[in-house]
């Protein structure tokens, strides 16, 4: 019989199923002097593996920046950034943060590692040719090192917000201060936090609009209505598995153990 701990690591490992190939990248991996910073500043960028959406001209990096942990303590977050051609018109690009649904909870998961990332942004060729920067983060834990705070609102809203700010230190983004926020599932959850956080955190932004896609809301509803789907209970399993790890409080207070093989 395994334990309840052993349970949850073995079902948010399954995860891990879908990102073996991707690999982790050490270029992603930042010094312990090299976190502390603003936040939304850059650390280290390098071409993004696929590139752009194809035909539309865009220049694509991954990106290195920095942010704010669920505790308050400095972090660095890997993400991606899509230019579109040409050169930015006069007061600068508007930005669209793009926050991804759910794609595991370990680092080799990362959206910026998969070779098809600009595949999988809904509406990024449109927002090329309309002139957007379009930047995606990858969440904390995914892509660096560290427990990925999975459906934790407040840390996905930081990182979201971090992330415009990124693209604005990246001079070759030419982007204003003007954005907005375009999230799926996990990411429609991110995107109601970074909504609701831009105006104390992020102050120095101007939050144009927020657009949530079946967001993960009314968590504990929907984890018990999707309970008895395979995906249903991976989710749960993985939100579990990661708020018992980053709040510190032993699975055993949330799940029966009856309820566990």
């Known amino acids: ?25 050490q270029e992603a991996r930042a010094l312990s002097d090299e976190v502390s910073g603003k ?8 071409p993004l593996e696929g590139g752009g959406p194809s035909g539309a001209g865009s220049t694509a990096f991954r990106i290195l920046y920095r942010s704010t942990g669920l505790d308050g303590e400095p972090i660095a977050v890997s993400g ?12 600068g690009r508007n930005v669209i943060a793009w926050a991804h649904p759910t794609s595991g909870v370990v680092e080799a998961c990362a959206p910026s590692l998969m070779p098809d990332l600009a595949g999988t942004i809904w509406g990024l060729a449109e927002m ?38 990124a693209a604005r230190d990246l001079p070759d983004a030419g982007a204003s201060n003007r954005f907005v926020v375009w999230g799926h599932s996990q990411g429609g959850h991110a995107s109601l936090y970074a909504g609701e956080l831009a105006a104390s955190y992020a102050p120095d932004l101007k939050l144009l609009g927020v657009a949530a896609a079946a967001p993960a809301t009314y968590l504990i509803e929907l ?9 249903g209970k991976e989710l749960t399993a993985m939100a579990l598995y990661a708020w018992s790890e980053l709040y510190h409080d032993p ?11």
């Open 80 to 91: 991606a950034i899509f230019i579109p051609p040409g050169a930015a018109p006069a007061g």
């Open 128 to 165: 090329m040719a309309r002139g957007y920067v379009v930047v995606a983060t990858d969440y904390p834990g995914l892509g660096t090192p560290g427990m990925h705070p999975y459906l934790i609102g407040v840390s996905e809203g930081r990182v979201v917000l971090d992330s415009v700010r």
């Open 1 to 25: 019989m395994h334990t309840i701990d052993q349970c949850l690591r073995l079902a948010a490992k399954a995860a891990l199923v879908f990102c073996l190939s991707l690999g982790v990248g």
């Open 223 to 231: 984890f018990d209505a999707d309970k008895s789907s395979p995906a």
């Open 39 to 46: 936040p939304g500043s850059i650390i280290r960028v390098w």
């Open 251 to 261: 699975a055993t207070s949330l799940v029966d153990p009856a309820a566990m093989p």
